[in-house]
T-cell receptor
């Protein structure tokens, strides 16, 4: 079966750095996605990793280790607008996304 | 980037009535669209995969006779919630597949059944 784990909630301070972890167990691997979802809105795409290593995109970076079944999303210079849920997702063999439960990130001033 | 629209954004209906939600890809053609449901404080749950010109594929536990999906064109898929009940109140989100690794989400439809 497939399983994705991520923390339920995290709190961080404005201007700081936060790392959101995701571990997965899948039969086969077709990459890993990170999405951001603000309350009441649809998810928006943040990153897609298929090879090991860190990919940086502005204030957001995503890391993947396929051998460890592990990924993290790194958010730097946190802003209040970054308060949202962050969803980790992996495609199954039909490329349909299997979603983690999401990590609710709370930013405090 | 690709744009996906949903209509309506919010709908309130009475128990026992049916509601249709439209999902459109505005600037690209999508042979495959996905319908998700999200209850408060829960993750997205895939309901069904909608393929243009063929029957939708439903996930286990989703009643195909209750959630009717029609993907009549390459830019439009509709989800009809038939005989809606309060427990069907949820956030319904569609997405359109652009490639094996890309899909774009609509803004979602908030359904409230009273």
């Amino acid at each position: 079966g497939q399983n994705i784990d991520q923390p339920t909630e995290m709190t961080a301070t404005e201007g700081a750095i936060v790392q959101i972890n995701c571990t997965y167990q899948t039969s086969g691997f077709n990459g890993l996605f990170w999405y951001q979802q603000h309350a009441g809105e649809a998810p928006t795409f943040l990153s897609y990793n298929v090879l090991d290593g860190l990919e940086e995109k502005g204030r957001f970076s995503s890391f993947l280790s396929r051998s460890k079944g592990y990924s993290y999303l790194l958010l730097k210079e946190l802003q209040m607008k970054d308060s949202a849920s962050y969803l980790c997702a992996v495609p199954d063999s039909n490329y349909q996304l299997i979603w983690g439960a999401g990590t609710k990130l709370i930013i405090k001033p | 980037g690709a744009v996906v629209s949903q209509h309506p954004s919010r709908v309130i209906c009475k128990s026992g009535t049916s509601v249709k939600i439209e999902c459109r890809s505005l600037d690209f053609q999508a042979t495959t669209m996905f319908w998700y449901r999200q209850f408060p404080k829960q993750s997205l749950m895939l309901m069904a995969t909608s393929n243009e010109g063929s029957k939708a594929t439903y996930e286990q536990g989703v009643e195909k006779d209750k959630f009717l999906i029609n993907h009549a064109s390459l830019t439009l898929s509709t989800l009809t919630v038939t005989s809606a009940h309060p427990e069907d109140s949820s956030f319904y989100i569609c997405s359109a597949r652009v490639s094996d690794y890309e899909q774009y989400f609509g803004p979602g439809t908030r359904l409230t059944v009273t």
